[in-house]
C-alpha cells in the first residue's frame, strides 16, 4: 500500500508538472506577445484546458494529506510562505482569465500583467520549494527548525528561475504545437534561448552540488543507474534541436514533456527512499495501513482512473491548432 500510493504521488506530481508547465510557461510567455491579437491566440490556446491542468495538483496534495500526513504537516511548517504565494498566484491567473474579457479595453492591460504576475510567482515558488528540499531543510529531532525563511538560500532562488525557464520552454513548445503564424514563428524563436539557459542552469545546479558537497550528490555517485535519466534526456534534446530546424511543429513538445519526465525521474529516485530528504523516510510519513486501504477503494480505484479519462477525453475534443478565435473561451 505504501508503495501504491507513492507511486501515485509521483505520476501526480509528474503530470502536474507537463500539464500546468505548459500554460504557466505560456503565462510568462504572454508578456512577450507582440500584440493584442496574439495575446488572445495565446490564451485560447490553454483556455480549453488550463483549469482541469491545476486540479492534478489538488490530486497531489491531497494524496501528501491522507496518505503521508506527516510529510504534509511537515512541508506546510516549512513552506507555508511560498505555498501561499503560491496559491494566490494560481487564483489571481485564474480570475485574470474571466476578469481580462470582461475589462474595458483601456484597463485590459491590468489583467494582462495580473496573468504574467500570477504566472510568475506560482513557477517560481514551486522552483524555491524544489530547490530547499534538494538542499536540505533544518531538523532538530525529526522536527522542522528552519524557521518562517528557512527555505530560503540563493540555490533554492536559483532553482525558482530554473523552473521558470523551464515552463516557459514547455510552454513555447505547447504554442508552436497549437498555434499559427506569428504566435508560433515567434515562441519557435524562443526555445533555443531557453533550452540553452535550461542547460546553463542545470550546470550551474550540478556544479553548485559538486562543490557544497550537497547529500544528494552522494545519491548520483552511488547509483549510477541515475545516468539513463540524463541520458534520456540528453536523446530528447536531440530531437528537439532537429525539429526546430526541420520547422516541425509536432515533436517541440513531445520532447520537451521527455526532459522534464527525465529530470522528474533522476530527482525522485534521488530522493528514495526519503519523503523529505534526508529526514523523514517513505515509510515515516505513510498513514496507518488501514487508512490506505480505505483512501485506495476511493482516489486509487475511482477517482484517480476518472481524472485520467477525463484528461484523455479533453485533450482529444481540443486537439489540434486554434483555427479561430471564440468570443470568449
Known amino acids: 500500500m505504501v508503495l501504491f500510493w507513492v507511486t501515485l504521488l509521483a505520476v501526480s506530481i509528474l503530470i502536474y508538472l507537463l500539464l500546468d508547465g505548459f500554460d504557466l510557461g ?5 508578456g512577450f506577445a507582440g500584440n493584442q491579437g496574439d495575446r488572445d491566440t495565446m ?22 494529506w491522507g496518505a503521508f500526513p506527516l510529510a504534509y504537516a511537515t512541508l506546510l511548517s516549512a513552506f507555508y510562505l511560498p505555498v501561499v504565494i ?18 474595458a479595453q483601456r484597463f485590459r492591460w491590468i489583467w494582462d500583467v495580473s496573468f504574467v504576475a500570477g504566472s510568475l510567482a506560482a513557477s517560481f515558488m514551486q522552483g524555491v520549494t524544489v530547490g530547499a528540499l534538494v538542499e536540505g531543510l533544518k531538523f532538530t529531532g525529526g522536527v522542522y527548525a528552519g524557521g518562517p525563511l528557512g527555505w530560503l538560500s540563493p540555490f533554492s532562488v ?6 521558470c525557464l523551464g515552463y516557459a520552454l514547455l510552454g513555447a513548445a505547447w504554442l508552436v504545437q497549437k498555434c499559427h503564424s506569428g504566435v508560433r514563428d515567434r515562441a519557435r524563436r524562443q526555445i533555443p534561448v531557453l533550452a540553452l539557459a535550461v542547460l546553463a542552469f542545470l550546470i550551474v545546479v550540478f556544479a553548485h552540488a559538486l562543490i557544497s558537497n550537497l547529500p544528494i550528490m552522494h545519491r548520483w555517485l ?7 535519466f540524463p541520458a534520456i534526456g540528453a536523446v530528447a534534446a536531440a530531437v528537439l534541436a532537429s525539429s526546430i530546424l526541420h520547422r516541425n511543429d509536432r515533436w517541440p513538445l513531445f520532447a520537451v514533456a521527455i526532459i522534464f519526465s527525465a529530470a522528474f525521474g533522476t530527482l525522485a529516485l534521488s530522493f528514495w527512499p526519503y519523503m523529505i530528504p534526508f529526514a523523514i523516510t517513505v515509510d515515516e510519513a ?35 491548432k486554434i483555427e479561430s478565435l471564440p468570443e470568449h473561451y
Open 222 to 228: 552511488e547509483r549510477p543507474y541515475l545516468f539513463v
Open 86 to 103: 503560491m496559491l494566490l498566484g494560481l487564483i489571481l491567473r485564474g480570475v485574470a482569465f474571466e476578469f481580462r474579457h470582461r475589462a
Open 26 to 30: 505560456v503565462g510568462m510567455l504572454f
Open 286 to 320: 505513510a498513514a496507518p495501513r488501514a487508512c490506505l486501504a480505505f483512501m485506495f477503494w476511493g482516489e486509487g480505484l475511482f477517482i484517480f482512473p476518472l481524472m485520467l479519462v477525463y484528461v484523455a477525453i479533453g485533450y482529444r475534443v481540443f486537439r489540434g
Open 43 to 64: 490564451l485560447s490556446s490553454v483556455a480549453p484546458v488550463w483549469d482541469g491542468n491545476e486540479t492534478w495538483l489538488v490530486v497531489a496534495g491531497v494524496i501528501l
Open 158 to 163: 536559483l532553482c525558482g528561475i530554473g523552473l
